[in-house]
């Protein structure tokens, strides 16, 4: 286990060995669990998402892309907003791409490029209440606010808006890149790191447009699990405002991570952590562990921490990530 020195009040490793972090599972769906998310998944599906593409922002040619503002419609009547990336020599496009962000929210897509596979197109939401281009009236936009708006009940708790979210910008990317709907184009990717990885779980069961995923160091997973255990991310706030709100241990059941992962059979490359202040760890294997699909696995000494083996670290999970989306999306119509 890594042995990090650091200034926390409590172990971010929990006491979990690697081989007992393996051993997480999911907590059971409550009945009607597939249902609600078929039933969220076809709404976000009517919408049409509009899109609304402004004037290039960025060009690097280093990455090869041209970077764009957009703004699309999603569940609910509202409107947010994102980046699209495309090509910067005109090449036609063979790849499309929905990536996530973190809960500190989104300003500049520049930490998401260069993107996974060359010739790739993507849209880089920010999701209702975060992020430059999501902010809304009445959504908190700062994570430990954000992730208790409408918690008190199923139905109106954010994180099935912010899935839905996704969705439509799956939508807007496909109307926006027609060619990514044609007939043989493979299906779309998704990446989603912390926040946007504990989305993505969410998101993919029920979506078929999407061919392969990547989670990295995912969050939302085993909540019974999580409200034990204390943290510097947003469980943190989840865990305070449930000690006065106990009923919100219902409402979770419908947004645990882990528990949709029992659902998806897209192939995904997972990236948990053995150690991470912010998501805690036992909760990031229960994802990984209750994926019903293929998937590869790819062990992070820390997430959310930065440690001097953080750069080299990632650079070989970025490698990891072009092989594998090279291999499931070229190989999709085998699936």
Known sequence: M??????????????YTPARLLGVSAPPAP?????????RYAAARA?????????????DERDGVRVRRVTYAS????????????????????HGFVIGHGYGGRDTPAPELPLPLAGA?????????MGALGRLPGIPDTADAHVLHGISARDTYVLGDCVADLWCAASALLELVPELAGPG?????????????????????????FGAAQLTVPTFGNHPLRLTL????????????????????????????????????TPTLVAPALFDPAVPPPGQFAVCN??????????LTAGHFEHPGTRSEYAALDAARRRFFATWLVADEKL
């Open 47 to 59: 919408v049409a998402p509009e899109p609304r593409v402004g004037p290039v922002e960025v060009e």
């Open 31 to 39: 009945a009607g669990f597939d249902a609600f998310w078929r039933a």
């Open 185 to 209: 184009a493979p299906r779309l990717g998704y990446v989603g790191e912390s926040f946007g990885g504990g989305l993505g779980a969410l998101a993919l069961p029920w979506d078929e447009r």
């Open 230 to 265: 204390p943290c510097v991310g947003s469980g943190e706030a989840v865990r305070a405002h449930r000690a006065g709100h106990p009923g919100v241990t219902e409402v979770l059941r419908w947004y645990d991570a882990a528990t949709a992962a029992t659902r998806l059979r």
């Open 290 to 299: 209750a994926l019903a699909g293929p998937r590869e696995l790819h062990v």
């Open 2 to 15: 890594p042995g990090f020195v650091h200034e926390y009040p409590f172990d971010p490793a929990y006491g």
């Open 75 to 94: 569940t609910g009547g509202i409107r947010t907003g994102g980046w699209l990336v495309l090509p910067a020599d005109g090449r036609a496009v063979t």
């Open 121 to 129: 197109a993507a849209l880089l939401p920010c999701v209702r209440g």
